[in-house]
């Protein structure tokens, strides 16, 4: 029996790819409403400085100016934060870094705007800055919050000073085990700020009603987070936000929390009138968010046929002027360092420490990337140590089917083995490149899908056909069409039965966001389930209309109910629906609502530290293999193959997942060869495209490939895990290896430019002669 | 002086540099591409601009009685690019040209605004040099012609007087092979360091390195060197001399002495490039 | 400031095919003018430089970043945008080479992409990787790796007819 279109498997375009490419989707920068007053933003020059007072006459007095809102408009008690609530909706009483959101304007036009936001003056006490987080965290350092004891967290954070938080994760006995290894290897790795550049800068617009009730749009990862942050900082109740998404021209993290909604939603209230904000690129760089940059101290210990015996990792994140989401990425990074691999004994602990820079928050990898660098790298060098092949050593200490996770989370699918095979495979491994300064290198590594909650609701319309609402944003990555998948799958019928409500905090299941590679697998299980309750009483309905038991009936594809084994005994949904609206029952509506709940750590077998999730995820898995030239002239490295192999359990959609697995590697590039945001002191010295580089079509390699390995996820929504991140973990890794195997020199600082290279080769006496 | 406003759409030479000569604060506009990026930054804010579009002259590339090519100054880097009159030395304008941005911006900015601005990182300068070029200048009290490195004055300054434009820029044609090898981040990015390099049939080499200080950097000394001896001590000896001239910056796209260090690797490699073109190979 | 003072000066621009009255002072921007006051929203504003090259516009038959064009500039120019270019065979062809492979995730870059895609198919009918490297290095993309735009490109090209 042929497959229904769109069913689970098959590469569906996506849902809204006819309205992209007509040029028709409307972005938060297309939306119009008539009367609509424009936003722009007062920054801060100075990186720390109390505010003494603000005189905005001169910008009131500008002709067209609406409203100006400062400071001085906001409650200091509010305050909002993914994990310390330590962030007030813009800057209050002090500010904490250079290009801080200080005060916004609303005015006719955005010219306007922008010009009367030059004329707020404000009162500044400048205080001493500290941009690096080692010196932040010395005594005498200044202090970047006076009053952190007082915020609100949500785990023991152990906040204090410039330590925004720590956490300490140990298993087995690592300081006793280094006697027990035949070679230990030490190094300190760093790790730079990359950009999310999303080519879609932020924005929002806020509509007021009558009764004052605001609607928010604005470009987001998640409607949920975005009501939550704004009600949090500025003191409302959620009753009196609404918040909705237009399409996101992706995200990477960037929009999960908030930037400008806060201002935004204020604007508008003040006014009394609508109000859109759309930042400028360089806005967007100095204001929001990036990766954090990392410092990772890292020891590995082995014996000497290979077999990883303790790791000993403290790693200092830099988490900018607030919390956002550092607490989770440093606790994330620390749960994920071991890699792939049985390591009996560990000691994983690490801090994050304020700055007088911008915020570092979520970015695809959660810190995985980072990190994934330093140990990926040092494995290498313990291959080499023990004269064992780089895939060789990782094979041996791999997690197996049945091995649980660092921390003892038992892990129920795992492909990592096929994963290995296949990129050793198709790379050629085996068969080492002869050609000149040309080189291999590999990663392991893994990502979780899961955290926090998701829901649905499928609800089934008068003629039949479904409308499936799960509050979930598609940030370009395909979830609409997937979980449409999902659900039509479910309910066997053809995916253009199917339509997908847009993410509405007032009609929309709770979902937490798209992030942590989470929809397909968490809000794809709550498809699954409202779905089965939605089958359930169709079958309640069926059973009645044909005067059977529900056991025998069994749903046939295209939207029918039948007797099993007699076809022509059954009802189509439109009949049932007609039957449920009309006659009997009531509409069908099936919902499901979850927190994910596997836990992490099993106490018999770790110990935990401020530990800021206590249930976090599935496991999928990754191995990239990379191969790179290196110019000897110049030390520019360009990556001229990839392959990277990525259990995801079931793909839903390939064309979906392996463009994840695509795009992930060539943001993964940047990150290792190109991207750097760079600080002149504390001001940010390239916001701009000119000058902070992403790759280009030139710089794609000759080969990429992407492979979807499927382990069957018992616990997934037809065995699919997610994939959103995993791809980019490991690709730092793999090419600082390659460039190791290419050059004889191993790089520990990233981005490995050009002149990072050229001054090894110098040094090591092999750079071409000049 | 009267203060004009909007923009003007002059027909001739003669109209533009009248118009500019009117009103000091006119800019002169023509493909856009960095004068507009500069208003949008609102770095400038311009009240008159006079468009180089519509002015025929300007959009011409021909060949001069005396087998010199002339490129009009409102050439855009596309067409430059792709200029099959450009051979032998002049060869390495079209493969500077080739290289700047991307080819749509390439289908925007043209050689006279893009020299204009002097910005050190630019492709055309080194090329220019390289190629022994000429700049016509033209002024509401005529016109004037200078050598190529004598219009690039320092950082972001031309020999350009107020309300004068380019009007052309004349390579001359001379048998040999050229090369212009430009070290980037990624494609499409200014140059950390550039090395443009014509060797004539003479064996006359004309070396010149690009984006390591305020001008273009040619040593008079190097050439000579080079147009004696092209071993790789004479090619490290030259690009000594040339590293001395040298004033880099320290940018994102690499530190002072890193462009140092580039230097001589990227004379040698644009050198050899410049043989096997002259030897036809390329 | 000139921006606030200037006269509102209306300028008649070629969009499209159609002769539209546009509001412009001497620094409104092509892109600014096609977006807010035409509402043709299809280019996009992702870096306002040049260099991301989401404004991607076709003047005179050129693509060309509409952010860098200043709108007075434009008089007399033919301005086609991916509104305009919808109804031509080439440019259908790629819609649904690109939406049908996966060329597009956000679909942010996609405008500027097509219409960068549809002038280089319009040169070359049988573009090689590298020929559509080149065509579309000034188009950033950062969520598909770049990888189904390629093929994308070239399943149009075949579709169309490729050398034949």
Redesign the interface.
Known sequence: MTALAGAVGQ?L??L???E????????I??L?RAGVLHGALVQSPHAHARIRGYDVAAARALPGVRAVVTGADLDPKHRMGAFVKDEPAFAQGKVRYVGEIVAAVAADTE??AR?AARLVRVDYEVLPSVVDPAAALEPGAPLIHDNAASYIKVFDAGTQGNVCSRTEFRTGDADAAWSQCDVVVENTYTTQAQA??????CGALAEIDAAGRVTLWSANQSVFRVQASVCESLGLPMTKLRCLTP????G?GNKMEAHVQPAVVLLAMKTGRSVKL?L??EEDFETVRARHPFRIRVKTGATADGTLVAREIELLLDGGAYGDDSPGVLGYALLMQCGPYRIPHVLAHGRVAYTNKLRFGAFRGFGVPQVTFATESQLDEIAARVGIDPIALRRKNMLVPGDPWFGGQAIRSNGLAECVDTVERESGWKERPKAMRRGRGVALSAHISGLLASGAIVRMLEDGSILLNTGAVD????SNTVLTQICAESLKVPVDQVAIASPDTDGSPYNWGTTASRVTYVAGRSVVGAAAEVEKMLKEHAGEMLECSVDDLELLPGGRVAIKGVEERAVTFAQISGRAHWAAGGPIIGTHSWVFDQKTFDPKRAVALGLPFAAIGIFSFNAVVAEVEVDE??G?VRVVGAWSACDIGRAINP??A??QV??????GMGFAL?E?M?WDGARL??P?????????????PET?RAYLIESDEPSGPFGAKSVGELGINGVAAAIANAVADATGLRFRDLPL???RV??GL?AQGS???? | MTALAGMLWPRTVDEATAWLAEDPDARPLAGGATLVAMMNARVIDPHCLVNLSRIDELRSVRVDGDGRVRIGAFTRHRETSECLALTGTAAVVPRAAAQIA?ATVRNMGTIGGSISFADPGLDYPPAIVAAGAEIEIASSSGRRRIAAKDFFVDWYTTALAPGEIVTAVIVPRQPGGAAYEK?A??????A?AAAAVCIEASGRVHAVIGACGPTPISDADADALLSSDRS?AAV?KA?AMLEARADPLD?????AE?RR??I???L??ALRRAEADLRGAT | ?S??AAADERIALDINGESVAVHAVLSTTLLTAL?DEL?L?????????G??G?CTVSIDGEPMRACLSLAHGCTGREVR???GL?GDPRMQA???A?????A????????GM?VAAHALLGRDADPDDAA???A???????????????AAVRSAAQALGGAA
Do not use: W
């Not at chain 1, 750079?767 to 000049?770: Q, V």
């Not at chain 2, 940018?251 to 530190?255: I, P």
């Open positions: 590469p375009a996506q809204e790819g006819d992209k490419v007509a040029g028709r989707a409307l972005y920068a297309d119009h010219v306007i010009a999310h550049l999303s080519l879609e800068p399409r996101v021209g992706a990477f759309i400028s690129r940030i370009g990555q395909g002239v110049t520019k064309l979906m392996s463009g695509e795009g992930a590697f060539v943001q190109t750097e760079v010295a390239n701009s495209l000119m000058d902070y580089k992403i790759p280009t079509f030139a710089e794609l990429l430019t050009g002149e050229l001054r110098i750079g071409a002669a000049a | 991307n070290h981040r990624v494609a499409g990015d200014y950390t790789d490290a690009g940018d994102v796209r690499g530190s890193y260090l580039l001589p690797r990227l040698l490699r | 400031m921006a606030l977006r509402h929203t299809a280019a996009k504003r992702g870096c306002n430089q260099v991301c989401a945008t991916l509104e919808a790629l819609q649904r690109f939406a049908d492979g996966g597009l995730q956000c679909g942010f870059c996609t405008p097509l559509v490297r080149k579309l290095s000034g188009n950033l993309c950062r969520c598909t790796g770049y990888v189904k735009i390629i």
